[in-house]
């Protein structure tokens, strides 16, 4: 499943906008809304430049996900944003993860399988990765803090648009989330 596009609201949509050009050369889309902590992923090749280049250290290791190793990083708004490095290479600084704050993770997860999205590893009533290596959803219970940071997840609206599963379009129950899957 590649995430195509995603839009989160943000108090300040050009000057973030701005702040993720400068920074990374990517980023989401960014709407005028309540700045709620989101999460999202970029992919990236290598994290030893980027480590460098954005002055982080910590270094996580998903191995149990494909391989995969991150770092994460603060924007001026607070969102939670990671970049992860796997074995399968993927366009570089493409969106690989965004995250959804749902009332109920149950429901939301029954409504994404309708676009045919798989669960991607073990889920609880509070946690569940719906995806792929390329592209995951991440769909927490509202208020559960993102990693690694512990900051309390917000409800603010997000739209994701995907491809790789069957044309259609869910709004997530117990949230404002669309998703979109387009061929």
């Given amino acids: 499943m590649r995430i195509v596009a995603a839009s ?39 994290l030893e430049p980027w480590k460098q280049r954005l002055d982080v250290t910590e270094e996580h290791d998903f191995s149990s996900w494909g391989g995969a190793r991150s770092v ?35 429901a939301a997860v029954e409504s994404l399988q309708t676009l045919g999205i798989p669960i991607y590893d073990e889920w609880s009533d509070s946690f569940a990765p719906l995806g792929d290596d390329e592209g995951l959803l991440i769909v927490v219970r509202v208020g559960r803090g993102w990693f690694p940071v512990d900051v309390p997840s917000g409800n603010a609206p997000i739209r994701v648009t995907i491809a790789g599963v069957p044309p259609g379009e869910v709004a997530l129950p117990g949230s404002a989330h669309r998703v979109v899957a387009v061929t």
């Fill in 8 to 46: 989160f609201p943000a108090a300040d949509p050009d000057g973030l906008a701005a702040w993720y050009d400068d920074a990374l050369g990517a980023r989401p889309s960014f709407v005028p809304g309540e700045p709620t902590p989101h999460h999202f992923a970029f992919h990236v090749a290598d």
């Fill in 72 to 106: 994460y990083l603060r924007d001026p708004e607070e969102n939670v944003v990671e970049l992860i490095a796997r074995p399968q290479p993927w366009p570089e600084l493409s969106l690989a993860e965004v995250g959804l704050p749902v009332e109920d993770v149950g």
